[in-house]
């Protein structure tokens, strides 16, 4: 049975008419059109499809609609401000952290909360934050300068 669910999405309040057990990563895409959060496994084991929920990293593909009602949910449109991409996203294009682009979002996604709580990691807080994000790819050294590099020009931005 489709309720009415109102979320925040990327500062934008949405009435969002479906199943309260329909999947956060269902709604974003075919219902929000924001299909920059992939589908990957389903399973929540890849990261494709990570979202940062009030702030924290969170797999959409395992989310219910209805757990999410009044809550903060960023995908990677939502990121950019003012025509300016976020800084990690910066450091993944900086960095060349991206090949097929399919891990890219979560990835990006995962680094920001990381960075959000832990503005210095060290390369093991960054491989313990990353570890649930598999990239096909395997750009996990670029991925790792990226972050790193976006915690530095973050630090320098607030000299």
Do not use: W
Not at 7 to 13: A, D, E, M, P, Y
Not at 136 to 148: D, E, K, S
């Amino acid at each position: 049975m489709a309720n009415i669910t109102r979320l925040r999405v990327n500062g934008t309040l949405h009435a969002v008419s479906a199943d309260p057990e329909t999947s956060l990563l269902a709604i974003l895409r075919d219902f929000l059109g924001l299909t920059g959060t992939k589908y990957g496994c389903g399973e929540g084991q890849c990261g494709a499809c990570t979202v940062l929920l009030n702030g924290r990293p969170r797999r959409s593909c395992l989310t219910p609609l209805g757990s999410v009602a009044s809550q903060e949910v960023i995908t990677i449109e939502g990121l950019e401000r003012h025509g300016r991409l976020h800084p990690v996203q910066e450091a993944f294009l900086t960095e060349g952290a991206l090949q097929c682009g399919y891990c890219t979002s979560g990835m990006i996604l995962a680094g920001v909360a990381l960075l959000q709580s832990n503005a210095n990691p060290s390369e093991q807080e960054i491989a313990q934050a990353m570890e649930g994000n598999i990239c096909r790819c395997g750009t996990y050294p670029r991925i790792m300068a990226a972050i790193q590099h976006a915690a530095r020009q973050t630090k320098e931005s607030r000299r």
